[in-house]
């Protein structure tokens, strides 16, 4: 009988579920927008109803569902699959029991749980940008900033499963601004999608929602847009020439909606790297991700691939 595993990518807006095989084949892709302001209960059950379904349509196929991967915003415990702490774009989301809820309305008795954008890393070290790199950091720019460290196929979570918070380190650009997390001067808030928003916004008097907009205008020659972008680009790529001197991966690979802009945006955060790398690492490469929406499924489907291996 062919196996195959169920995957969720629980996130701010919408739910992704797949069927994922050994392979990474990914098969059936269904989403549904997530109540993150109607709390856990509908969070869980949102998701786990599409696992559900999933879990339906594989064994009308005559396939095994071996397990449930599971990518979720929040700092997870790994052990018990339990949020430690989440910001409210999921309401009272921090302290929910995921790995056994899941399995309890899924019906799928085996489930690991991760955090999103190490999910996001996994999916781009096994089949994505950085396959076959024996290290590698991985940086996810869009509503946030978030970040995994993923060494021989496996992430670093750190001690009590933080590690990855790259957008609350201290950065110079960002001087005394405000961050989500209470602090202030942090990377998050002067480098991710809604703080280049909340800049223009600022500086040019404006009342704009969407980074794609401020984008448009800078491409239509709006000069406040183009420093915008370029402040919030090299702030990041300083950033991550310093974590690379500090880490020195083997490959850094940058996701996330943000570098959907394009070249405006890349260009000086690249460089913004590359001035601040040590000589050695002159040479690193730093990829755009490659596999897009589907990467914290194939990451997160991974998480149980080789727990069985």
């Known amino acids: ?42 969070i869980v059950r949102v998701a786990s109803g599409l696992a559900a379904d999933l879990l339906v349509t594989a064994t009308a196929r005559g396939h ?7 990518g979720s915003a929040g700092v ?3 052990a018990t699959g339990r949020v430690v702490s989440a910001t409210e774009v999921l309401r009272d989301w921090a302290g929910t029991e995921v790995r056994d809820a899941l399995s309890e309305l899924s019906g799928i008795r085996h489930v690991v749980v991760d955090n999103d954008v190490h999910a996001h890393a996994l999916g781009e070290t096994w089949l994505g940008a950085a396959s076959g790199a024996s290290s590698a950091f991985f940086v996810a720019v869009g509503t946030g900033i978030g970040a995994s460290v993923v060494i021989d196929g496996a992430v670093w979570h750190g001690r009590r499963d933080v590690a990855g918070h790259f957008g609350h380190v201290a950065v110079p650009h960002a001087g005394g ?8 001067g942090h990377l998050e808030a002067v480098a991710a999608g809604p703080a280049m928003v909340w800049s223009y916004n600022r500086r040019a008097r404006a009342d704009l929602t969407s980074l794609a907009v401020v984008a448009r205008r800078a491409d239509a020659g709006d000069r406040l847009a183009v420093m915008t972008i370029d402040i919030g680009a090299r702030a ?23 570098p959907g802009i394009g070249p405006r945006w890349w260009e000086p955060m690249e460089e913004a790297v590359r001035a601040e790398l040590l000589p050695p690492l002159a040479d690193l490469p730093v990829l755009p991700a490659r596999l897009g929406s589907a990467a914290a499924l194939v990451g997160a489907a991974r998480l149980v691939w080789k727990g069985l291996a």
């Open 76 to 78: 997870i415990d790994t």
């Open 177 to 184: 601004m405000p961050c989500v997390c209470g602090g202030s």
């Open 236 to 258: 990041l790529g300083s950033a991550i020439g310093g974590a690379a001197n500090l880490l020195d991966p083997e490959v850094v690979v940058i996701g996330g909606g943000v």
């Open 64 to 70: 095994e569902v071996v397990g449930l991967g599971v």
């Open 1 to 42: 009988m062919a196996q195959t595993v169920v995957a969720l990518d629980i996130g701010g807006t919408k739910t992704a579920a797949a069927l994922v095989t050994a392979e990474g084949a990914v098969t059936d892709v269904t989403t549904a927008p997530t109540p993150g302001d109607q709390g856990p209960e509908a």
